[in-house]
């Protein structure tokens, strides 16, 4: 057995998994995963939605459809039960529609018949359900999947891809496949278990991951249990590039927070070698770019299980690495490219490192943030992310350098043809499930990303990491019907996607709200966004009653 990868991932596992035990692996055989006690209770039957239709119209809406082509309308999108069947331009802007095609020899919009339901979008934008390629759906926050499910729907997230699954496998299982027949409100999901999570054969034998040979069987198991993909935070090389290999021999799908306890003997480059998909967050991406330094600076007293030192010097770490447009920065970012490697940044889930007050004061956290989520975000030695013993504008000051070099990366990389991106790792450090995501997109667009490279980031790029580019991604003839409407442009303002909506001052100098999404459609179920905010708002509401919790600001209690 190999000690010191026991030791490393017990610790990793109780700051990201928040207090699992260690890595064990099933014999071969048929396995069984194992069910966790402590599990988040499940969506319950769904009741919301209408459809699918024999026909769904969507008329007179602006398509921006996912590609990076700029927006076009009116077009009518008509859907056939669970896919995109027409999209048809119907007129010009600024012209009332008539019934026939413009410059079309007796052609008609598309009618209605019965049993069909018409949408008029007449102003509204259309685009690709969004894909969140990096959530928790778990059991810590005892939030309930309902809660976290109708969040993302009225932000218009239809995919989301979780990466570890605390609640165990049969459980993200069960839901995956609910979600998939569309008998619980929720996006649809892919499975990523996270490496070395405890397994159980048939006969109940355990071993520990200490071999390349295990953490093949590991994966083997994994994959004869229907997961998706695996999720690491690192390993020694000889068993973190097995376990890859194997995971693609069983085609599935692979993503890694490379942990500090491990990047010192593979970076994010290493790894991509090796077959890794995607990276989350930027751990390994910096280490990869050294040019004067083997390992990161830590200071001598620092201690990885202190999450100040943590993620005080996480802030720290990219102005360590090669500056931009160095022969170092410039090789590591052409090779990332060549290898078809994806970088999943969420940045929004480190933005309090940067501006800690923000975060705390984000304006949806009256209405939406739970009492257990607010408690869990507040000052902890224990909680994971919940690190704010003392921090100051020197660490502020730190991260916003920090962002500066990392979003340049991005950008670079994008340009250079590189795969980037959206998800939120929200439920930690002050960010909301689909708020998060939202402000993800704000960030994309502050590290200089066209808003329609935003998008596609959100969907198609989204989509081709999970492999469903064929299914989803883009508005396009022949895809399932994921779709989101919003009532203004949100090219113009991503912050009119909020469901809070953006403020905007009308021509009787009235302060008003403007956005949200406006419905949400997956596989042609027509979702109605305000209602499932409103339900969401209301758990809150009840909650809090139940509690007699008044949220305050930490420190501030008395």
């Not at 993200?172 to 409100?185: F, H, P, V, Y």
Request: avoid cysteine; aromatic fraction near 10%; proline fraction near 6%.
């Amino acid at each position: 057995m190999n000690p010191t990868f026991v030791r490393s991932l017990r610790i990793a596992f109780a700051f990201l998994i928040f207090g699992s035990t260690f890595v064990s692996l099933a014999q071969p055989g048929k396995k069984a995963p194992v069910v966790a006690d402590d599990v988040m209770q499940k969506a319950p039957p769904r009741s919301e939605g209408e459809g699918p239709f024999p026909h769904l119209i969507l008329r007179g809406a602006i398509l921006i459809d996912g590609t990076g082509a700029p927006a076009v309308g009116p077009v009518d999108i008509v859907i056939e039960k669970d896919r995109i069947a027409k999209i048809v331009n119907v007129g010009f802007p600024g012209v009332p529609l008539a019934d026939k095609i413009p410059g079309k020899k007796n052609e008609f919009r598309p009618k209605a018949g019965p049993g069909d339901k018409e949408l008029d979008l007449t102003g509204m934008y259309v685009l690709p359900g969004f894909i969140n390629a990096h959530v928790h759906i778990g059991p810590e926050h005892s939030t309930g999947a309902e809660y976290i499910y109708k969040l993302w729907m009225g932000h218009g997230i239809t995919t989301v891809r979780e990466v570890w699954g605390e609640n165990g496998v049969p459980w993200m299982l069960d839901q995956r496949n609910k979600s998939a027949r569309n008998e619980i409100t929720a996006p649809r999901i892919k499975v990523y278990i996270a490496f070395g999570m405890n397994l159980k054969s048939e006969t109940g034998d355990l071993d520990t991951i200490a071999t390349p040979e295990a953490a093949r069987r590991w994966v083997d198991s994994l994959a004869d249990a229907g997961a998706d993909g695996i999720k690491f935070i690192g390993a020694p090389p000889d068993i973190f590039r097995a376990a890859i290999d194997e995971a693609k021999k069983k085609h599935l799908g692979t993503a890694a927070h490379l942990s500090q306890t491990f990047v010192a003997q593979a970076n994010a480059l290493d790894a991509a070698r090796w077959g890794l998909n995607s990276m989350e967050h930027w751990y390994g991406l910096p280490e990869a770019l050294f040019d004067n330094r083997a390992v990161q600076d830590f200071p001598l007293n620092y201690n990885y299980s202190n999450e100040q030192d943590r993620f005080g010097n996480a802030g720290r770490l990219w102005m360590q690495a090669a500056v931009p447009g160095s022969a170092k920065w410039n090789e590591v970012r052409d090779e990332l490219v060549k290898l078809n490697f994806t970088i999943d940044p969420t940045l929004t889930i480190y933005e309090a490192g940067r501006d800690l007050m923000r975060a705390r004061r984000a304006e949806w956290h009256e209405d939406y943030t739970l009492p257990v989520l607010w408690k869990h975000y507040s000052p902890s030695r224990t909680d994971h992310g919940s690190y704010w013993y003392y921090w100051t504008t020197e660490d502020e000051v730190a991260w916003k350098h920090n962002y500066q070099r990392w979003m340049e990366f991005l950008n670079d990389y994008k340009n250079h043809g590189g795969r980037v991106t959206t998800g939120e790792d929200a439920g930690f450090i002050y960010s909301l499930y689909g708020f998060g995501y939202i402000r993800e997109m704000e960030l994309l667009r502050e590290a200089g990303f066209h808003p329609l490279e935003v998008f596609r980031a959100a969907t198609l790029n989204g989509a081709q990491l999970l492999g469903l580019a064929d299914q989803l991604g883009s508005v396009e003839v022949g895809k399932l019907a994921d779709l989101v409407v919003v009532p203004v442009n949100p090219l113009e303002n991503i912050a009119a996607l909020y469901g809070t909506g953006a403020i905007k001052l009308n021509e009787r100098n009235e302060v008003t709200r403007v956005g949200s999404v406006r419905y949400t459609i997956k596989d042609g179920i027509v979702y109605d966004a305000p209602k499932l905010l409103a339900d969401v708002r209301r758990m809150v509401r009840e909650t809090k009653e139940k509690e007699k919790f008044t949220l305050t600001q930490p420190g501030m209690e008395k």
